[in-house]
């Protein structure tokens, strides 16, 4: 896990609730607009709508305080323990009783499978060093992702322990369908360029590498947004980087695959990811009234 541990450390955004104040307040916005529309269409006694983050992480992208004073409960979840906890104690203590979290994966691949990935091809190259055998790298490399491709979800039912039916007034997830395999292409691109000398051909292989990641994302993001439909009593919120003439893997099957199961009502907002380093995207938010 020391590897996986240090990708982490390297996507951590130190500077992202400045840079992203813009963005979270219009995400923050758009939800509680949803929030308040919903509540003035219900009896007072049904109380407050419940809401569910996917892949909250610490939260940047969405003031969860202002999310707490507009929803009866809130519900965060996220593959990473640390950062959804970090979340939740920036809180006031009063309120943080009003949200859980819990530690899960939506794609059925864990931090243990990525750290044991990681951790296995970095020693198969490390012991083989400059004697290092292309093709028993590419069968290693290739077996590995086989064996995390066999953990995905496949049907909607596989997330059922995780989202249970009807469970949640409101689901939102935003920004987290390009990052389902973002870790695993990074090391695995960081690792072939690290070889580049003995590894005649990195960019054929490089190309294997996001077939396969692009095949799995083919899979899990079906199963994962036919899964939040029957979570989700009211509306799903989806947002993902939207660059037709580029698109970003795993948002562009996002958003294709939300146009053509719902009929969203799609807005655009622009996300300044890294100020310093200039990166931005357009998010297409995807309003989904169930």
């Known amino acids: 896990m020391k590897v996986y541990q240090k990708l982490k450390d390297k996507f951590i955004m130190k500077n992202a609730w400045e840079d992203w104040a813009s963005y979270r307040d219009q995400l923050t916005d758009l939800i509680v607009g949803l929030l308040t529309e919903m509540q003035s269409h219900v009896p007072a006694d049904m109380g407050s709508a419940e809401v569910t983050i996917i892949g909250a992480g610490r939260c940047n992208d969405i003031d969860l305080l202002r999310l707490v004073a507009s929803a009866g409960n809130v519900l965060l979840l996220d593959i990473d323990k640390e950062a959804v906890q970090e979340a939740v104690l920036s809180l006031p203590e009063d309120l943080q009783r009003k949200v859980e979290y819990r530690v899960a994966t939506i794609t059925g691949i864990n931090e243990d499978d990525l750290g044991a990935f990681c951790d296995n091809m970095l020693s198969f190259a490390r012991l083989a060093g400059r004697k290092l055998n292309v093709e028993a790298f590419r069968r290693q490399l290739m077996t590995g992702m086989d064996s995390l491709a066999v953990k995905l979800v496949r049907e909607k039912e596989d ?5 249970p039916k009807a ?4 689901l939102v997830c935003c920004g987290v369908c390009s990052q389902f395999f973002s870790m695993l292409s990074f090391f695995i691109r960081s690792l072939l360029h690290s070889l580049n000398e003995i590894v005649a051909d990195v960019k054929t292989l490089e190309n294997e590498v996001n077939e396969r990641i692009r095949r799995m994302d083919d899979q899990v993001i ?4 036919r899964a939040f439909r ?8 989806f947002g993902n980087e939207y660059m037709p003439g580029r698109p970003v893997e795993g948002a562009h099957q996002c958003i294709e695959d939300v146009r ?3 009929r969203p009502e799609e807005k655009t907002l622009k996300w300044t990811f890294n100020r310093t380093e200039g990166i931005s995207y357009d998010m297409l938010t995807q309003i989904c009234r169930l």
């Open 159 to 163: 997330l059922l322990n995780i989202l």
């Open 167 to 170: 469970s949640t007034d409101v």
């Open 222 to 225: 079906p199963a994962i947004n």
């Open 230 to 237: 029957c979570a989700a009593r009211t509306a799903i919120v």
């Open 260 to 262: 053509k199961s719902f």
